[in-house]
């Protein structure tokens, strides 16, 4: 085995669709690039090795992830590597486009490659002169590239063009540089990306769409193309990644809450999370919570639907490990964790809580009724429930008005429907029933063909 495949260690977060990266350089001393607030993986990876990571790089001004730089810069005196455009407020090495960092035998050198962000920086591993590979960032992804539009509309076609060239330079390197992207399949950043999360430069070049494209136009229009809608909070963590993220330590545990507790957290601007799986919280739940069951894109969801000032408190399954919510929770920057209910529904209702169910049927059970679609726009073009009314999910609580009396309320699987039903429940829609499965099983069950 080489370097490559011997000392570089991806770190997937299937549920940003992120992969970070630990580079052992030798001597007991590792480099970190876009590690997120959640250094758990860092820490484990490290520990493996025996590693003390003496570099946190960051690509870019991350918008879906807190980074996790500065933890590692106080608790390993880690030197911070970042662009020197993107004027960050805490201690760091600020680089310049073809600026070089001794890392100790190996070297890492600065390429600026604007497109997703400004500031973008890719970093390229260098051995002498040998090009081992390139963190890309958002740049360059595997055949795909970032999306260009986090900056707003107005400067989406600038950044794509600016995309369009980083993309060439990167192309530039050799056949078998190793290409290791932040953003990959799953991730909000990508625009779409395919389900591998590493590739080389040369494998790119042959299969990549956007560095198929023969001229500007045609890039700018293949990748604009494909962008959909992303969380909300991507447009507050960016400013807070320039200012430096406050030290999170090790994560605090959720204290138990009584319901009186609860009862006066929703009675102010509070709001109940409930994290169950979407079964559980159709049985019975807190009239007013919202149903976001904690799964791989737990962060993503409580995000793009929740104010990040307001005090959140849980409503958790038996069992489930609620220091997973909270480190979701704070890798985006939600730190107001009040609590969790203690005893759960059980206790709510001896407290003499009312509970309300929502039902959750199966295809086969659903009824023929007006269908409500609330997946993302991409997923409803490519098949689904004809006469169906789509409002994507985080549009919902600005287009209720639109949902028909008695709609049946579908995803891919039930979950977003779940949560859907329960955002609708807050403002008095208690009519709705919820899809236990695919558009194309309750198609298939009442004779139907997807559109």
């Given at each position: 085995m080489g370097f490559v495949e011997e000392n570089v260690v991806p770190l997937v977060d299937a549920g940003l669709g992120n992969s970070a990266y630990l580079v052992?350089?030798?001597?007991?001393?590792?480099?970190?690039?876009?590690?997120?607030?959640?250094?758990?993986?860092?820490?484990?990876?490290?520990?493996?090795?025996?590693?003390?990571?003496?570099?946190?790089a960051d690509t870019h001004l991350h918008a879906d992830f807190l980074t996790g730089a500065v933890q590692l810069?106080?608790?390993?005196?880690?030197?911070?590597?970042?662009?020197?455009?993107?004027?960050?407020?805490?201690?760091?090495?600020?680089?310049v486009d073809e600026q070089e960092v001794d890392l100790g035998g190996l070297r890492l050198r600065a390429l600026a490659t604007p497109g997703h962000t400004d500031e973008h920086l890719s970093f390229l591993l260098l051995d002498g002169r040998r090009e081992l590979g390139v963190f890309t960032g958002g740049s360059l992804i595997v055949d795909s590239a970032a999306r260009t539009d986090l900056l707003g509309a107005e400067r989406t076609e600038e950044l794509a063009r600016a995309q369009y060239r980083s993309l060439q330079r990167l192309a530039a390197l050799p056949d078998d540089t190793h290409v290791w992207p932040t953003h990959g399949a799953g991730s909000f950043c990508s625009a779409p990306a395919g389900a591998d999360r590493t590739s080389t430069v040369g494998r790119q070049r042959r299969s990549n769409p956007l560095l198929a494209a023969p001229d500007e136009e045609t890039f700018v229009a293949r990748l604009t193309g494909g962008l959909g809608s992303y969380p909300a909070y991507f447009a507050r963590l960016a400013e807070r990644n320039r200012r430096g993220t406050g030290l999170a330590g090790p994560a605090p545990g959720l204290p138990p809450l009584d319901p009186a507790g609860v009862s006066g957290l929703l009675a102010g601007d509070g709001y109940v999370v409930d994290a169950r799986p979407a079964a559980e919280f159709a049985t019975g739940h807190l009239p007013g919570s919202v149903s976001i069951p904690l799964r791989e894109e737990f962060a993503t969801w409580l995000g793009w639907l929740l104010p990040d000032d307001a005090p959140l408190c849980f409503v958790l399954s038996d069992g489930a490990d609620a220091q997973e919510l909270v480190w979701q929770a704070h890798k985006i920057g939600y730190d107001r964790l009040t609590g969790y209910l203690a005893g759960g529904v059980a206790a709510w209702r001896a407290a003499g809580g009312h509970l309300q169910a929502t039902p959750f049927l199966s295809a086969a059970r659903a009824p023929l009724a007006p269908y409500l679609d609330v997946r993302q726009d991409a997923e409803y073009a490519a098949g689904h429930v004809p006469g169906a009314v789509h409002v994507e999910l985080p549009a919902l609580p600005e287009?209720?008005?639109?949902?028909?009396?008695?709609?049946?309320?579908?995803?891919?699987?039930?979950?977003?429907?779940?949560?859907?039903?329960?955002?609708?429940?807050?403002?008095?829609?208690?009519?709705?029933?919820?899809?236990?499965g695919r558009p194309?099983?309750?198609a298939a069950a009442h004779g139907l063909q997807l559109v």
């Open positions: 052992d350089l030798g001597a007991g001393r590792g480099l970190v690039v876009d590690a997120t607030r959640d250094l758990r993986p860092v820490r484990a990876a490290a520990q493996r090795r025996g590693l003390r990571v003496a570099f946190a810069a106080h608790d390993d005196g880690a030197v911070v590597l970042a662009s020197a455009a993107g004027r960050r407020s805490f201690d760091h090495a600020p680089l287009q209720t008005g639109e949902v028909p009396l008695g709609a049946l309320v579908g995803c891919a699987r039930g979950l977003r429907a779940m949560t859907a039903a329960s955002l609708l429940e807050r403002v008095g829609r208690t009519d709705l029933t919820v899809l236990d194309q099983d309750y």
